[in-house]
């Protein structure tokens, strides 16, 4: 192809992907050639991209424009057959997951750095997603890791930018570009999954929501799903134009960053429902009036009650759930005889479970929930299966947390985050432990006997590969426990993580302030790994 450029490169360092894919600095991707190398390394890592299909969009953060005209050129000159666009290189994450499904393509790539802020001083990220709709496996991500300490060039198409804000399709040299309606494939997954009629009953019947969209991707798609289509009356999505800087926000969904949610929700003449949802829409978290339903319990009750929404009716295969995720799902699982999974953190550790039919929901502390529809968590399918079962069971949130509480007990569970630490310091904190972990099992702290202690490994039951070192747990006889890890998905310094859970089921202790019911572990967890010392602080930075 005469418009293709051979450009020379070296290694740069540091692209390795974490959690989620490569986060950086948005100043550090913008820096020719940062995204070439990384995008030529995943090109080289999948073994080519000719004749192939790709899916590409992202959460509409700072740059992922120009990003995705850079990634087009390169993916024409790397002879991609076709590309298939977001319209505005926009689609959320599980709306991409479910394009790459519906339209059997060979993967995707997505622009986003999730719930981290965007704009020039913030951050940018960018995944690969295989063929199933989920992030890469681990050795994907290794060997794209690969690619990049050995590039030596990238190859890109020589043209003027490609029109992306019309639906249609288009030709650049031997590539196909199909730019989509980001939303209206989406939009008709979620149609077999949940009965809309129900939904939009209970809306008409004056129940009331409120919907942060976080200046994120998902004010689009919940527009249409939940005004447009369900009826609920206009302005019940808040911040529903995507913004490159999230309106100088934080997109992530939680009570400490969507706090103007939480005010609402708490307030006198609160909607009944609320919730939120992060910058590229796979994260969530929901609200009742005056409730806070924590992303453990969540997907506890989503679980016990999926079976009233039509996609679900026929029962779950299974549940699985992060490690430090609480154990409340655990308790479902027992009911129903259903297998409950454990993995490390990560969504691409669903993959294998979901692929096999052996899990039908998934979810994570860190407020993801999602379920075998696609290959990531799915904030609005979420609030959909959360609106389904209150339409049915015709009570409030409160209720229903109440009820859960009585009929499974109580998980009380928080996470705790030190953001921005000293890296050094925070590994050295978790190596001291480890090496501290064998000592541990009888110790009593706080009135609490350790049972035991180790530093999670997981055997995947599908392709029995192993991933060792996923976070120290510590756990007590009488079911308390505590997770110590270092975040993955952070780009500066180091996030310390320390998850706290006890399980109460006294009926009359199941209405607590949960930092105070939590409050001997979280003395147990300074204590045990003497967090202020290693990381200077005397409070977290966010308490879930
Ligand atoms: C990502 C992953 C999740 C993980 C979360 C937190 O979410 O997809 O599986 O739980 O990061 O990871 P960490 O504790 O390592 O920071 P997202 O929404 O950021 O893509």
């Given at each position: 192809m005469t418009n293709v450029k051979t450009v020379p490169t070296t290694p740069i360092h540091g692209q390795r992907p974490g959690t989620s894919g490569l986060r950086k600095k948005t100043a550090e991707f913008m820096r020719p050639p940062y995204l070439n190398n990384f995008t030529q390394a995943i090109f080289n890592a999948v073994g080519g991209l000719t004749g192939k299909t790709l899916v590409l969009g992202g959460d509409g953060r700072f740059f992922n424009d120009k990003a995705?005209?850079?990634?087009?050129?390169?993916?024409?000159?790397?002879?991609?057959?076709?590309?298939?666009?977001?319209?505005?290189?926009?689609?959320s994450t599980p709306a991409a997951s479910n394009l790459i499904r519906q339209r059997k393509a060979d993967g995707g790539i997505i622009l986003s750095a999730?719930?981290?802020?965007?704009?020039?001083?913030?951050?940018?990220?960018?995944?690969?997603?295989?063929?199933?709709?989920?992030?890469?496996?681990?050795?994907?991500?290794?060997?794209?890791?690969?690619?990049?300490t050995s590039i030596n060039a990238f190859q890109i198409f020589d043209m003027p930018d490609v029109d992306l804000s019309k639906v249609g399709k288009q030709q650049v040299g031997e590539m196909e570009v199909e730019v989509i309606d980001s939303v209206v494939d989406y939009q008709a997954l979620m149609k077999t999954l949940f009965d809309f009629e129900a939904i939009r009953d209970l809306l008409a019947d004056g129940f009331t929501i409120t919907i942060d969209a976080m200046h994120a991707v998902t004010g689009p798609y919940a527009k249409a799903i939940l005004e447009i289509d369900l009826g609920a009356p206009k302005g019940s999505v808040l911040n529903a134009v995507p913004l490159p800087d999230f309106g100088g926000g934080h997109p992530d969904p939680n009570p400490v960053w969507a706090k103007d949610l939480m005010t609402i929700m708490f307030a006198g003449?609160?909607?009944?429902f609320g919730a939120a949802m992060d910058g590229d829409g796979d994260r969530n978290m929901i609200l009742g009036r005056g409730t806070y339903v924590t992303p453990s319990d969540s997907l506890a009750v989503l679980a016990a009650n999926a079976h009233l929404a039509p996609g679900?009716?026929?029962?779950?295969?299974?549940?699985?759930?992060?490690?430090?995720?609480?154990?409340?799902?655990?308790?479902?699982?027992?009911?129903?005889?259903?297998?409950?999974?454990?993995?490390?953190?990560?969504?691409?550790?669903?993959?294998?479970?979901?692929?096999?039919?052996?899990?039908?929901?998934c979810g994570e502390e860190s407020a993801g929930t999602g379920s075998d529809h696609v290959r990531e968590k799915d904030g609005l399918w979420a609030i959909l299966l959360w609106l389904n079962i209150l339409a049915v069971r015709k009570k409030s949130v409160a209720q229903i947390m109440a009820g859960h509480w009585a009929e499974f007990g109580r998980n009380y569970?928080?996470?705790?985050?030190?953001?921005?630490?000293?890296?050094?310091?925070?590994?050295?904190?978790?190596?001291?432990?480890?090496?501290?972990?064998?000592?541990?099992?009888?110790?009593?702290i706080e009135g609490l006997i350790i049972e035991d202690a180790d530093n999670f490994s997981y055997s995947d039951p599908v392709d029995q590969s192993v991933s060792p070192n996923q976070g120290i747990r510590i756990l007590f006889e009488d079911g308390s426990r505590i997770v110590l890890r270092l975040s993955g998905?952070?780009?500066?310094?180091?996030?310390?993580?320390?998850?706290?859970?006890?399980?109460?089921?006294?009926?009359?202790?199941?209405?607590?302030?949960?930092?105070l019911a939590l409050a001997p572990v979280i003395r147990?967890?300074?204590?045990?790994?003497?967090?202020?010392?290693?990381?200077?602080r005397t409070a977290p930075d966010v308490k879930t």
């Open positions: 995705a005209q850079i990634i087009l050129k390169m993916a024409a000159a790397n002879r991609l057959a076709k590309l298939i666009v977001g319209q505005n290189s926009l689609l999730s719930h981290n802020p965007g704009g020039p001083d913030e951050d940018f990220g960018m995944k690969y997603n295989m063929s199933n709709g989920g992030p890469a496996t681990e050795n994907v991500t290794e060997c794209i890791f690969q690619e990049t003449d609160a909607p009944d679900y009716k026929r029962g779950l295969a299974g549940v699985a759930r992060s490690m430090p995720t609480s154990r409340a799902a655990d308790r479902v699982a027992e009911k129903l005889g259903i297998d409950a999974f454990e993995t490390p953190t990560g969504w691409k550790f669903f993959g294998n479970l979901l692929d096999a039919g052996k899990a039908t929901l569970y928080s996470r705790h985050d030190y953001e921005g630490v000293d890296e050094i310091r925070a590994k050295e904190m978790i190596l001291t432990l480890s090496r501290r972990l064998r000592d541990l099992p009888g110790t009593e998905t952070g780009t500066v310094g180091a996030t310390l993580r320390v998850y706290l859970e006890r399980y109460e089921n006294n009926a009359e202790l199941l209405n607590q302030d949960p930092q147990a967890a300074e204590q045990i790994a003497h967090i202020q010392n290693y990381t200077g």
